[in-house]
């Protein structure tokens, strides 16, 4: 199985900052790199799709990048409602697997 | 708007098997392209891909449950199901049944996700 690696675990911020997630797989998975937000209590709502896809509906000031074994998430400037947890997950082969996510809290 | 919708009993014994449908509406589950997924999360921790389903039947599960699992699809209903067999406290988790886009590449639409817990 690919294994999928987050950091940070969790990280504090305030609105209107600049939050960056990094992804790291353990071999290449080429540009099959999703990312997902959930809140609690709600299923996960795909963000990114293939490393850099915006999913329709989703606020511009979320994007992707990366390539390979490294992926980054980035949110340009963080909004009450995005206080969530972050994963990301490969679509390279299977099993589909996730990473272990990155809480966002408010500082 | 597609809308998945997961149904099943929430309590299951241990040994016993876990089944759950999920109801697709807003869309038709024989749409090519698509893969019919259930991913589960245990209580606190992260998610875990369980195996996809294609409307013609072709199926790809998780070693991890591969012995343990079944997934089928009832194209006439609209639906797709998970049957897990021999379960344990370790099953405990909410299941979320979701559509897997361009063959299942990524998963746009869940459901809202339903708890099994697994105990006597």
């Known amino acids: 199985d690919i294994q999928m690696t987050q950091s940070p675990s969790s990280l504090s911020a305030s609105v209107g900052d600049r939050v960056t997630i990094t992804c790291r797989a353990s071999q290449s998975i080429s540009r099959y790199l999703n990312w997902y937000q959930q809140t609690p209590g709600r299923a996960p709502k795909l963000l990114i799709y293939t490393a850099s896809n915006l999913q329709s509906g989703v606020p511009s000031r979320f994007s992707g990048s990366g390539s390979g074994t490294d992926f980054t998430l980035t949110i340009s400037s963080l909004q009450p409602e995005d206080f969530a947890t972050y994963y990301c997950q490969q679509s390279y082969n299977t099993p589909r697997t996730f990473g272990q996510g990155t809480k966002v809290e408010m500082k | 708007q597609v809308q998945l919708q997961e149904s099943g009993p929430g309590l299951v014994k241990p040994s016993q098997t876990l089944s759950l449908t999920c109801t697709v509406s807003g869309g038709s589950i024989s749409s090519g392209g698509y893969y019919w997924t259930w991913i589960r999360q245990h209580p606190g921790k992260g998610l875990e891909w369980i195996g996809y389903?294609?409307?013609?039947?072709?199926?790809y599960y998780n070693p991890s449950v591969k012995s343990r699992i079944t997934i089928s699809v009832d194209t006439s209903k609209n639906q797709f199901s998970l049957k897990l067999n021999s379960v344990t406290a370790a099953d405990t988790a909410v299941y979320y049944c979701?559509?897997?886009?361009?063959?299942?590449?990524?998963?746009?639409?869940w459901g809202q996700g339903t708890l099994v817990t697994v105990s006597s």
């Open positions: 389903i294609y409307y013609s039947g072709s199926t």
């Open positions: 979701a559509r897997a886009v361009d063959y299942g590449d990524y998963e746009d639409y």
